[in-house]
């Protein structure tokens, strides 16, 4: 059975390395050697100054939002994971969508300025699939109109635009090592920024907002990470080079094949992005071909996701809001399975089912 994705394993004698030398310390949780050692790691391989490793990408939303004490309404993307609409419902905003630019499902600036109101309060957008934002624009809106940014960056580790690390824009950018994605440590997360006096919030607020033992900076919740997870991240840290190259090279399999049916969209990236090849979407012409394809997969035990199906606008606790092109493009596209040493054969194999079946309509 091919499923969209499959969890990367470390060799399991450096996980045991690193588990017994937890047995040997006692430390289990709170902000152990092994986590400040993985955020030392990640903020120099990453280039950014300061990063929080946090229980899951979800807190990691909830804290940015929370930190930033945005409260009114969040300009958002209609096309992302449910957890990018629902961190700021269940903040208590109001999430306010803009819809996506065709050429690479993003959100779309131009739709970001039409939204602004005078309760706008920041733009919570998503390199979705791994594909940087237009983030200079983006910027110059937020700087225009005094509205603080945040980036769901899930799917954006290692991406770098214009040689630096994409997750340096904004004033928060936020990530998930959830097992699924690029680079994991089972569950977990990170909150990424710049600011020193908002990295200090940041911190007290993922430990409950304590200031030592008997004293408190402010409100906080649990949102720690602990070795174990750690640990995972720690025994895969060195394959990240491997993890990304390995993908790009398989991503570029599916393109030299897929490429050479015009019915067939791919997003455009631009030259100026290292990508970091985390997601293998297409957009067919239509739902009902997109249907017909599914099944013919699923029929030979390959199973790709609808990646991202249903658009967030038909959440039943929101505020019905049309985006014409998020609702039209999340109906036609599939993500393809793409993960480090997925069999060529496999690849082959889909591209020709995927092929023969949209001649046949
Ligand atoms: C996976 C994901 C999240 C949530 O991350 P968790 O670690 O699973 O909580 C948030 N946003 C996007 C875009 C995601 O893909």
Redesign the pocket.
Same mark, same amino acid.
């Given at each position: 059975m091919i499923q969209v994705t499959k969890s990367i394993l470390p060799d399991i004698k450096e996980y045991i390395a690193y588990i017994e030398g937890i047995w040997a310390s006692g430390h289990l949780t709170n902000h152990g050697p092994l986590v400040l050692e993985l955020e030392e790691k990640l903020k120099k391989y990453l280039g950014v100054k300061h990063l929080f490793f946090v229980n899951? /990408?979800?807190?990691a939303?909830q804290i940015a939002i929370k930190a930033l004490g945005i409260k009114k309404e969040i300009i958002t993307t209609p096309f992302?994971?449910v957890?990018?609409t629902s961190s700021i419902c269940w903040e208590g905003c109001k999430p306010i969508f803009a819809d996506i630019n065709a050429s690479n499902f993003t959100i779309s600036s131009a739709e970001i300025e039409k939204k602004i109101t005078s309760n706008t309060e920041a733009i919570l957008a998503?390199h979705?699939f791994g594909i940087p934002c237009e983030v200079e624009k983006i910027q110059e809106i937020a700087t225009k109109n005094n509205l603080k940014i945040i980036y769901?960056a899930?799917?954006a580790f290692g991406v770098k635009y214009k040689k630096q690390s994409i997750l340096n824009f904004g004033d928060i950018s936020t990530l998930?090592?959830?097992a699924?994605?690029l680079f994991h440590t089972i569950? /977990? /997360?990170a909150i990424i920024c710049n600011d020193d006096d908002l990295a200090h919030k940041i911190s007290y607020m993922r430990n409950f907002g304590h200031n030592g033992q008997e004293a408190f900076w402010g409100l906080g919740i649990n949102g720690k990470n602990c070795e174990f997870h750690a640990a995972m991240g720690l025994a895969l840290f060195p394959k990240i080079n491997w993890i990304i190259e390995n993908r790009t090279q398989k991503l570029q399999l599916y393109d030299s094949i897929l490429k050479k049916n015009p019915t067939l969209f791919r997003p455009e990236i631009a030259d100026f992005i290292t990508y970091n090849a985390a997601y293998y979407p297409i957009v067919f012409e239509s739902e009902e071909i997109l249907l017909t394809v599914k099944k013919i997969l699923n029929e030979n035990q390959i199973y790709p996701r609808r990646y991202f199906y249903p658009s967030l606008t038909t959440l039943n606790y929101i505020e019905k809001m049309e985006c014409k092109f998020a609702d039209n493009i999340s109906k036609k596209i599939l993500c393809l399975p793409l993960y480090p040493d997925i069999e060529n054969e496999i690849i082959l194999k889909i591209c020709n089912l995927i092929l023969n079946n949209i001649q046949q309509n």
């Amino acid at each position: 059975m091919i499923q969209v994705t499959k969890s990367i394993l470390p060799d399991i004698k450096e996980y045991i390395a690193y588990i017994e030398g937890i047995w040997a310390s006692g430390h289990l949780t709170n902000h152990g050697p092994l986590v400040l050692e993985l955020e030392e790691k990640l903020k120099k391989y990453l280039g950014v100054k300061h990063l929080f490793f946090v229980n899951n /990408g979800t807190i990691a939303l909830q804290i940015a939002i929370k930190a930033l004490g945005i409260k009114k309404e969040i300009i958002t993307t209609p096309f992302s994971y449910v957890a990018t609409t629902s961190s700021i419902c269940w903040e208590g905003c109001k999430p306010i969508f803009a819809d996506i630019n065709a050429s690479n499902f993003t959100i779309s600036s131009a739709e970001i300025e039409k939204k602004i109101t005078s309760n706008t309060e920041a733009i919570l957008a998503t390199h979705v699939f791994g594909i940087p934002c237009e983030v200079e624009k983006i910027q110059e809106i937020a700087t225009k109109n005094n509205l603080k940014i945040i980036y769901d960056a899930a799917h954006a580790f290692g991406v770098k635009y214009k040689k630096q690390s994409i997750l340096n824009f904004g004033d928060i950018s936020t990530l998930s090592f959830h097992a699924t994605k690029l680079f994991h440590t089972i569950e /977990g /997360g990170a909150i990424i920024c710049n600011d020193d006096d908002l990295a200090h919030k940041i911190s007290y607020m993922r430990n409950f907002g304590h200031n030592g033992q008997e004293a408190f900076w402010g409100l906080g919740i649990n949102g720690k990470n602990c070795e174990f997870h750690a640990a995972m991240g720690l025994a895969l840290f060195p394959k990240i080079n491997w993890i990304i190259e390995n993908r790009t090279q398989k991503l570029q399999l599916y393109d030299s094949i897929l490429k050479k049916n015009p019915t067939l969209f791919r997003p455009e990236i631009a030259d100026f992005i290292t990508y970091n090849a985390a997601y293998y979407p297409i957009v067919f012409e239509s739902e009902e071909i997109l249907l017909t394809v599914k099944k013919i997969l699923n029929e030979n035990q390959i199973y790709p996701r609808r990646y991202f199906y249903p658009s967030l606008t038909t959440l039943n606790y929101i505020e019905k809001m049309e985006c014409k092109f998020a609702d039209n493009i999340s109906k036609k596209i599939l993500c393809l399975p793409l993960y480090p040493d997925i069999e060529n054969e496999i690849i082959l194999k889909i591209c020709n089912l995927i092929l023969n079946n949209i001649q046949q309509n």
